[in-house]
Structures are given as C-alpha cells and as structure tokens.
C-alpha cells in the first residue's frame, strides 16, 4: 500500500529519490490542492485566484490556505470514519476562521493549550465538542476548561487527576475525562518500532501498571466521568500496522478495566499521525482505506476479546490542513557553491526562513518547491531553498530542481505546508510572521495578518 521509498542516500548532491523532471515548471498534482494549477505563463493559480496577483497585495513570505481543499479533506475524514468522532488537531493550525470550517464540516475540535482553547472560543465553537490536550495542565486552566464546558479532558499524569477532580467538584460538576495512555509503540512514516515500555513524556505507560492505576483513580472520584482511553502513537504514518499494535494493547486494557473493575468504558480516541505528501519519495492512503483498515483492527479485536465496539474518535491535524497551504517567496540572491569532485549547488536564498517553516531544520523534513511567477526555458538546476536568517542550518526545502535562470524577483511556491508551518513560526531574527490567506473561487481573504514591527515592539516595554 501506500509508504514512505527511503532515501538510501544521494547520487552526487542529490539524494536519490528526486528526480530530474522532465518539465521544470510543471506542477507534481500530488503535492499541491486539487485547485492549484499553472497557466501559459507559469504563473501559478490556488483556489482560482493568480499566486503573483496575491502576493502584489499582501507581500511574502504568505501563506496561501485554499479554503476548498481543507474543507474537502475535512468531509474525506468525516464521511470515511462515519459512525467515528472525528477531531482536527488544532496544533497543526489554527486561527478563528479554521475553527469555524471545522466546526461547519461537522468535525469537533481538539485544542492543547490555553491559547488554542482561547482561538476556539473566540471562534463560536460548541464547548461540548472540543477535547483539551496536554501534559501539564495548570489548575487556572483546566478550571477554565470545565467552567467553558470542554466536552472531554484527557488527562495525562496523576497529579492532574486529583487537579482536575478538585476543580470540578469546586465548580459542583462532573468532568468528562479521557486517560491518555502510552501502547509502547512509536510510529514514523512506514516504519513503527513496539517496546514494552517507553521513555517520553506523555500518557500512562499500559506495560508498567500506570495506566490501569490512572484509571482506578479517576474512577475514585464523583466529579470525574470516565468516558475512554486515549492513544496517540506519532507523526506522518502511512502504515496501520503501529495501530494494529497499540489498539490490541489499548483494547486489552479497556477489556480488563470492564471485566476487573466493573467499569465499561464507552468511548476509545485512537489518536491523529495520518501522513500527507511533502514530496514525491511519499504516498498517503486515502481516508477511506485507513478507515476501513483501522475500523477493521478494532472490530477483530473486540470480538477477539467479547467486548463490544466503543464509540471511536481520531484527530487528524496535518492530513487536513498540512497539503491546503502552501508558503509564498520571493527570491533575493542566488549563489553558486562549488562542492567536492566539481559539483555544484545552486542556492536560493528567499525572503521567510526557519521563522516560518522550522521543520527543515528542527526534523530534516523534505518539502519540494516551484517557481510561482513565470514559466522557464532554462535547464533544471539542482538547488536549495534557504532563508534569510542568520543560521546555516536556515534551509526551506534541501534539494529541488528549479529552473537554472531563477533569480531575483521570481516568486517560490512550496506545497504541503499548513501544518505545523505557520503554527510553529517564531519572531526569530525579530521576523514578522507572514500572513495567512485563505482563497476560494477567485477570492482571496487574509484570515491571519502580517505582523508589524508595532507588533513586535508592543510586548518590549523597555
Ligand atoms: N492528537 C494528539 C494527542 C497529538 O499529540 C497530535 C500531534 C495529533 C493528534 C495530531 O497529529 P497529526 O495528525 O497532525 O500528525 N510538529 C511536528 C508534529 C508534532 C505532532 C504533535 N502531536 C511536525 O511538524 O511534524
């Protein structure tokens, strides 16, 4: 089915799954929305509006959210696991309009900090129907939680079962609560590793007896309602088989808590970590196979165990968002580096940088780019995207084939960058953190602004 091809390392300075296209400034279809396309004139058009025409008005770095597309990936979620609670992962990203799609599309919302419950309100979103994250949750802020009404808080140490039990026995109510717990299984792209136990922050470890204790001691408390286990196994999998692992052990579990405890639980989050395509070494599975495939690890296990079916839930965040965006530059300079054995790479400095896209640097992620503004005549020419900060590790995309006349002024497209782009950006440098705009049917509308350098100045108070 689908993967990820590995690398298996580099042929010259290029690794060896990119390939020289045939065509420069075509687009890969794969990478970008359904609605982007180039004209005659190489001009690149998302969601029916003129990228260059876009950029004239708002400036680069911008990112450009084709409103269509995130909310067809959206529905492709909900309607694929029908039956299922389906939460977008607001740390993928998240401004008031995103919130008010997801909640549109049917989809409930799941926040993991103050601020992210902060944007869903302000959004209008229906308490009921956003789920609150996080391994450390202060009492101001699960207080806040309960008295807004958050459908479930998935609680993620002991300390915050007793918090979170005493805040809502003080507000006179009972808490529906999620216990986030650790399978022993890490997955990443194709391949997922299963231990006995694990050494990371969050959750309950199921192998060490935590988990099982955690949920005895939510179940000691009144103003506590146990509605489910929560596991969440990684990042950009293409690959059921890591949940296959977790959900026979997160099932086990739900089993023995019914049969020992007397307690069924009605409900199971299966977590998020579907991958999306940055380039083509990548092949995401449609929602609709990963439905049924996860459906089906679900179903066999229960009946393996004589239990029934709990009401499931998953919170994709990247697979929405992550291929609706893609981020807007403008070329500055372009450098020619001799590297060893007389080869060359072309290097491509850009207008943003690792203050709005930091996954290069901080995950060695892959991403793939394209000139936006023009069409070329010139031979392809290996190059790297960079920015402008003042780090040498400041690289937007390692290795792509851009046009060999590229220069100043030309315009950069790279797709498959609304999740964790804009939401992880910094001020690095004292950057401002570009806009966000969202187009649809030949309309473009800024839903997150530019930052001024009022901005940046309104928090130094000297
Ligand atoms: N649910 C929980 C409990 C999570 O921790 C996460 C992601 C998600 C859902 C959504 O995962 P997604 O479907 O978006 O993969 N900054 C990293 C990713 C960190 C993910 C953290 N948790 C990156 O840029 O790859």
Same mark, same amino acid.
């Given at each position: 089915?689908?993967?990820?091809?590995s690398?298996?390392?580099?042929?010259?300075?290029?690794?060896?799954?990119?390939?020289?296209?045939?065509?420069?400034?075509?687009?890969?279809?794969?990478?970008?929305?359904?609605s982007?396309?180039?004209?005659?004139?190489?001009v690149l058009?998302?969601?029916?509006?003129?990228?260059?025409?876009?950029?004239?008005?708002?400036?680069?770095?911008?990112?450009?959210?084709?409103?269509?597309?995130?909310r067809?990936?959206?529905?492709?979620?909900?309607? /694929?696991?029908? !039956? @299922?609670?389906?939460?977008?992962?607001?740390?993928?990203? *998240?401004?008031? #309009? +995103?919130?008010?799609? $997801?909640?549109?599309e049917?989809?409930?919302?799941?926040v993991?900090?103050?601020?992210?419950?902060?944007?869903?309100?302000?959004?209008?979103?229906?308490? /009921?129907?956003? !789920? @609150?994250h996080?391994?450390?949750?202060?009492?101001?802020? *699960?207080?806040? #939680? +309960?008295?807004?009404? $958050?459908?479930?808080?998935?609680?993620?140490?002991?300390?915050?079962?007793?918090?979170?039990?005493?805040?809502?026995?003080?507000?006179?109510?009972?808490? /529906?609560?999620?216990?986030?717990v650790?399978?022993?299984?890490?997955?990443h792209?194709h391949?997922?590793?299963?231990?006995?136990?694990?050494?990371?922050?969050?959750?309950?470890?199921?192998?060490?007896?935590?988990?099982?204790?955690?949920?005895?001691?939510?179940?000691?408390h009144?103003?506590?309602?146990?509605?489910?286990l929560?596991?969440?196994?990684g990042?950009?999998?293409?690959?059921?088989?890591?949940w296959?692992?977790?959900?026979?052990?997160?099932?086990?579990?739900?089993?023995?808590?019914?049969?020992?405890?007397?307690?069924?639980?009605?409900?199971?989050?299966?977590?998020?970590?579907?991958?999306?395509a940055?380039?083509?070494?990548?092949?995401?599975?449609?929602?609709?196979?990963?439905?049924?495939?996860?459906?089906?690890?679900?179903?066999?296990?229960?009946?393996?165990?004589?239990?029934d079916?709990?009401?499931?839930?998953?919170?994709?965040?990247?697979?929405i968002?992550?291929?609706?965006?893609?981020?807007?530059?403008?070329?500055?300079?372009?450098?020619?580096v001799e590297?060893?054995a007389?080869?060359?790479?072309?290097?491509?400095?850009?207008?943003?940088?690792?203050?709005?896209?930091?996954?290069?640097a901080?995950?060695?992620?892959?991403?793939?780019c394209?000139?936006a503004?023009?069409?070329?005549?010139?031979?392809?020419v290996?190059?790297r995207?960079?920015?402008?900060?003042?780090?040498?590790?400041?690289?937007?995309?390692?290795d792509e084939?851009?046009?060999?006349?590229?220069?100043?002024?030309?315009?950069?497209?790279?797709?498959?960058?609304?999740?964790?782009?804009?939401?992880?950006?910094?001020?690095?440098?004292?950057?401002?953190?570009?806009?966000?705009?969202?187009?649809?049917?030949?309309?473009?509308?800024v839903?997150?602004?530019?930052?001024?350098?009022?901005?940046?100045?309104?928090?130094?108070i000297?």
């Open positions: 089915m689908s993967g990820h091809v690398p298996g390392g580099f042929t010259g300075t290029s690794p060896v799954w990119l390939r020289e296209p045939e065509d420069v400034n075509a687009l890969v279809p794969a990478l970008w929305p359904a982007a396309s180039k004209d005659d004139d190489g058009h998302v969601g029916g509006v003129s990228v260059p025409d876009l950029v004239a008005n708002v400036n680069t770095p911008a990112f450009v959210l084709d409103e269509g597309e995130f067809a990936r959206a529905q492709a979620f909900r309607d /694929a696991f029908s !039956g @299922y609670d389906v939460y977008y992962a607001g740390k993928a990203f *998240l401004c008031t #309009a +995103v919130a008010r799609w $997801v909640a549109e049917g989809l409930c919302l799941d993991c900090s103050n601020g992210e419950l902060t944007v869903a309100l302000r959004a209008g979103v229906d308490p /009921a129907r956003i !789920g @609150y996080g391994n450390n949750k202060t009492a101001m802020e *699960l207080r806040r #939680a +309960v008295h807004a009404g $958050v459908g479930r808080i998935i609680v993620d140490s002991f300390q915050e079962v007793e918090r979170l039990a005493d805040v809502a026995r003080q507000l006179g109510t009972t808490q /529906a609560v999620m216990v986030r650790t399978a022993g299984v890490e997955a792209t391949e997922f590793i299963a231990t006995a136990h694990e050494d990371q922050k969050f959750g309950f470890s199921i192998s060490s007896g935590a988990a099982l204790e955690a949920v005895q001691m939510v179940l000691a009144d103003s506590l309602d146990l509605r489910g929560h596991s969440h196994i990042s950009q999998i293409f690959d059921t088989s890591g296959e692992v977790a959900g026979r052990r997160v099932l086990a579990l739900h089993a023995h808590v019914a049969s020992e405890l007397g307690h069924v639980m009605p409900e199971l989050d299966l977590g998020g970590g579907f991958g999306i940055y380039t083509t070494q990548d092949d995401p599975a449609e929602p609709s196979l990963l439905a049924e495939q996860i459906t089906r690890i679900v179903t066999g296990e229960c009946a393996a165990l004589g239990i079916v709990p009401h499931l839930s998953i919170e994709p965040g990247r697979a968002v992550g291929p609706a965006m893609c981020t807007v530059y403008t070329v500055g300079t372009v450098k020619e590297l060893d007389g080869a060359s790479r072309t290097y491509v400095s850009v207008d943003g940088g690792m203050s709005d896209n930091i996954r290069t901080l995950y060695d992620a892959d991403y793939s394209t000139l503004s023009r069409a070329s005549t010139a031979p392809p290996l190059a995207v960079v920015g402008k900060h003042c780090e040498s590790g400041d690289i937007v995309v390692k084939f851009l046009p060999g006349d590229i220069g100043p002024g030309d315009l950069v497209a790279v797709p498959a960058t609304g999740a964790y782009g804009r939401s992880m950006a910094s001020n690095y440098n004292h950057a401002l953190r570009p806009p966000v705009v969202a187009v649809r049917d030949g309309q473009a509308r839903v997150v602004r530019r930052e001024t350098e009022d901005d940046l100045l309104a928090t130094d000297g």
